[in-house]
């Protein structure tokens, strides 16, 4: 069994690897729109894929580990992976975190490093660029499945950061970079409505075939500027346009 949240299909692809044949794979994002948080569990392992957001976890992953029950007669291997741009940061330890509360602990965490999507920041225009980190990616990603497949323990992580800048980051996540208020449309949009039937926590609306953010803050995943058929929706001061859409070309979001 494998929880995932993935905007851009990174988080996605990793989970996809990694499972065995017939091995559940569960939308978080579903999950949390259906109010399933209780689960009976009868494999011998159970992980959490996610993306690093501001050194932290996304919001809809926190709240999911926050309300998750796990149903079990015996322990399950445990474990987490972080797939992230530059740094996992605090990410596993938030995520320790939440579930040391319902007597769990992860038996290990692991990162897989991928093209980091926040493109206010990070310029994705260059095609052979994106591609080149793919594949160290899916060698990288071949890796961790032969360690998953063996419950190797510990922790099998590069650069992170200590639990107290996953508190600072998930501060600046929820205070700054959460706000709807940073997303704008441009006159391109043709109202096709893809970004209000993707959005993971129902935050646009189509309103006179526009769309229109109801929530004064969202996931921020980006995944409506970077599905947006027409590169419409833009995040911020402009330079998202400048560094280009992206989704992992290898499974479907």
């Given at each position: 069994?494998?929880?995932?949240?993935?905007?851009?299909?990174?988080?996605?692809?990793?989970?996809?690897?990694?499972?065995?044949?017939?091995?559940?794979?569960?939308?978080?994002?579903?999950?949390?729109?259906?109010?399933?948080?209780?689960?009976?569990?009868?494999?011998?392992?159970?992980?959490?894929?996610?993306?690093?957001?501001?050194?932290?976890?996304?919001?809809?992953?926190?709240?999911?580990?926050?309300?998750?029950?796990?149903?079990?007669?015996?322990?399950?291997?445990?474990?987490y992976v972080a797939t992230y741009g530059t740094t996992s940061g605090a990410s596993a330890s938030m995520a320790e975190h939440i579930l040391r509360?319902?007597?769990?602990?992860?038996?290990?965490?692991?990162?897989?490093?991928?093209?980091?999507?926040?493109?206010?920041?990070?310029?994705?225009?260059?095609?052979?660029?994106?591609?080149?980190?793919?594949?160290?990616?899916?060698?990288?990603?071949?890796?961790?499945?032969?360690?998953?497949?063996?419950?190797?323990r510990g922790k099998h992580m590069g650069l992170t950061t200590p639990y107290f800048t996953g508190k600072i980051g998930r501060s600046m996540y929820?205070?700054?970079?959460?706000?709807?208020?940073?997303?704008?449309?441009?006159?391109?949009?043709?109202?096709?409505?893809?970004?209000?039937?993707?959005?993971?926590?129902?935050?646009?609306?189509?309103?006179?075939?526009?769309?229109?953010?109801?929530?004064?803050?969202?996931?921020?995943?980006?995944?409506?500027?970077?599905?947006?058929?027409?590169?419409?929706?833009?995040?911020?001061?402009?330079?998202?346009?400048?560094?280009?859409?992206?989704?992992?070309?290898?499974?479907?979001?």
């Amino acid at each position: 069994m494998i929880f995932c949240f993935s905007a851009t299909g990174n988080s996605k692809y990793t989970a996809e690897c990694i499972a065995t044949d017939g091995e559940q794979l569960i939308s978080i994002a579903s999950a949390v729109d259906r109010n399933a948080y209780d689960y009976a569990v009868s494999d011998e392992r159970v992980g959490f894929v996610s993306p690093t957001y501001y050194w932290t976890l996304p919001s809809i992953v926190s709240e999911f580990l926050e309300k998750l029950t796990l149903n079990y007669d015996r322990k399950p291997y445990l474990y987490y992976v972080a797939t992230y741009g530059t740094t996992s940061g605090a990410s596993a330890s938030m995520a320790e975190h939440i579930l040391r509360g319902k007597g769990l602990s992860f038996d290990a965490c692991f990162d897989i490093k991928m093209p980091d999507t926040w493109t206010p920041i990070f310029d994705l225009s260059d095609p052979e660029s994106v591609q080149k980190r793919l594949r160290r990616s899916t060698e990288e990603i071949a890796e961790l499945k032969d360690q998953i497949g063996r419950k190797v323990r510990g922790k099998h992580m590069g650069l992170t950061t200590p639990y107290f800048t996953g508190k600072i980051g998930r501060s600046m996540y929820n205070r700054y970079t959460r706000n709807t208020a940073n997303l704008k449309v441009m006159e391109t949009c043709i109202g096709c409505g893809l970004c209000a039937k993707k959005c993971p926590v129902h935050a646009i609306e189509m309103k006179n075939g526009r769309p229109v953010w109801v929530k004064q803050k969202c996931v921020m995943c980006l995944g409506c500027l970077h599905r947006c058929p027409k590169f419409s929706i833009q995040y911020g001061n402009g330079q998202t346009k400048k560094h280009g859409q992206y989704h992992n070309p290898y499974t479907k979001i």
